[in-house]
């Protein structure tokens, strides 16, 4: 269950990789689990990417590219101004 509060503990030999949405899933090795317990770990934790959109990114990715420039492309001729 997502939780901001949540903590993966502190482990080595875990397996670790990125998906296409540039979150982190982290799986297993040896350390602390969650409430500090130390042993083998067969815990998976997903841990979603967090930043501060840069200026110009209109899907809110955190990169400004051509998926962007494609959203600003579509929109660019409409009235906004007196709705
Ligand atoms: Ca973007």
């Not at 990169?63 to 009235?79: G, P, Q, S, T, Y």
Request: aromatic share 14%; glycine share 12%.
């Amino acid at each position: 269950m997502p939780e901001p509060n949540n903590f993966p503990g502190s482990r080595r030999a875990g397996i670790c990789w990125i998906d296409g949405s540039g979150d982190l899933w982290l799986f297993g090795g040896n350390g602390y689990d969650a409430v500090f317990a130390l042993g083998r770990l067969n815990d998976l934790w997903k841990l979603q990417r967090f930043c501060q959109p840069p200026a110009g990114d209109l899907d809110g990715d955190c990169r400004v590219d051509f998926k962007d420039l494609n959203i600003m492309a579509l929109h660019w001729l409409e009235d906004t101004w007196h709705h």
